[in-house]
C-alpha cells in the first residue's frame, strides 16, 4: 500500500497507472505535511521539469536513471542510487528513453529541518548508493497511510527526518572510510564479523592481504592501537552490550564473543569498569 495524500492522490495514481505525456510536468503536490512520501512511474522519455524544488528531497532511482538539470550543472541519477535536492534549486529530470522508470521520494520541509542537519546535507554528494538502512526508511513511510490521525502523521514525519539523517550519515561514514587504506578497511571489518573466533595477527592479516608487520603500523598509524588491542576492545565493548541489555549468562557471553573462557571475560570488565560482571550488570538493570 502506497502512501497518498490529499488533493495529489488522484494524480499519483494516474501517473502510476496511465501513460504520462512525455513533457509531463511534476511541480510538488501541495499539502498540510511537514513529510511526503511517494512514487510514480514514468514511460519511456518522460520528463520533470523544469521546477524550483520546495523541499529537501530524496529521490530513489527504482528501476532506469536519469539525467537531471540542476541549475544548469547536470548529474546522472543510476538505478539503485539515492539523490539529494536541495531547497531553492531549479531542477529538470530526463528519464530513460526507452524503458519505464519508477523512482520514490521523501520530500520534508526547510521548517521541519533543524540548522545543524541542514548543514551536515549541504555537505553531502548530490548522489549515492542506495543502501539498504535508507531504502528501508523510505518504504516504511510509502507504507503508511497519509492523514489518517495526528500519530500517523507524527510518525511519518520522523521516518522523513530519519531518512535525512541516514542520508548525512552515510555520506560521512563513506567518507571517512575511503581516507582509510584498504587494507586498513578490510582488517577491521574481518575482526568486526569475526570477533567470537579464534583470532590472531597472522589470520587478520592475511584476511587484509598484507604482512602482519605492515597491518601493525596501518592500525598504529590510523587506529592509534596495535590489531591486538583493538580486537579485545571491541569484544570486550560487545560484550558489555550484551550483558547490560540481555539476560545471557557471562558464559554465554564469553563464548560468543571471543574470549578464552568465563574468567577471562570477567578480568578484563574488572580492569574496565572497577566491578564484576554481574555488579555491571545489576547496576544497568537497577538504574533502568
Not at 49 to 59: K, M
Not at 120 to 134: D, E, G, H, W
Amino acid at each position: 500500500m502506497r502512501f497518498e495524500i490529499g488533493d495529489w492522490r488522484t494524480e499519483i495514481k494516474r501517473h502510476m497507472s496511465e501513460p504520462m505525456p512525455y513533457n509531463a510536468q511534476c511541480e510538488s503536490p501541495i499539502s498540510n505535511l511537514q513529510v511526503v512520501f511517494g512514487d510514480v512511474t514514468y514511460p519511456p522519455g518522460g520528463v520533470c521539469g523544469p521546477r524550483t524544488q520546495a523541499d529537501y528531497q530524496l529521490v530513489v532511482m527504482e528501476q532506469g536513471e536519469a539525467e537531471i538539470d540542476i541549475d544548469g550543472d547536470s548529474i546522472t541519477l543510476p538505478e539503485q542510487h539515492v539523490a539529494l535536492m536541495l531547497p531553492g534549486r531549479r531542477e529538470h529530470y530526463r528519464f530513460t528513453a526507452n524503458a519505464p522508470t519508477h523512482h520514490s521520494w521523501c520530500a520534508v520541509r526547510p521548517d521541519a529541518v533543524t540548522p545543524e542537519l541542514a548543514l551536515r546535507l549541504s555537505a553531502t554528494p548530490r548522489t549515492q548508493v542506495l543502501t539498504p538502512r535508507l531504502h528501508g526508511l523510505i518504504e516504511f513511510g510509502l507504507s503508511l497511510p497519509g492523514a489518517s490521525s495526528t500519530s500517523a502523521n507524527g510518525l511519518i514525519e520522523h521516518i522523513g527526518l530519519a531518512a535525512l539523517h541516514e542520508y548525512a550519515f552515510e555520506s560521512e561514514t563513506s567518507h571517512h572510510e575511503q581516507a582509510q587504506p584498504q587494507a586498513l578497511r578490510l582488517a577491521r571489518a574481518y575482526i568486526e564479523s569475526h570477533l567470537a573466533e579464534q583470532l590472531d595477527l597472522k589470520i587478520i592479516a592475511q584476511a587484509a592481504y598484507v604482512t602482519p608487520q605492515y597491518l601493525i603500523r596501518l592500525f598504529q598509524q590510523h587506529v592509534g592501537e596495535t590489531p591486538s588491542r583493538y580486537l579485545w576492545g571491541l569484544r570486550l565493548g560487545r560484550g558489555v552490550e550484551l550483558l547490560r541489555e540481555t539476560g545471557l549468562s557471562v558464559a554465554e557471553i564469553a563464548q560468543r564473543t571471543g574470549f578464552k573462557n568465563p574468567f577471562h571475560f570477567s578480568r578484563r570488565v574488572k580492569a574496565q569498569y572497577h566491578v564484576p560482571p554481574k555488579v555491571l550488570r545489576k547496576q544497568a538493570w537497577d538504574a533502568k
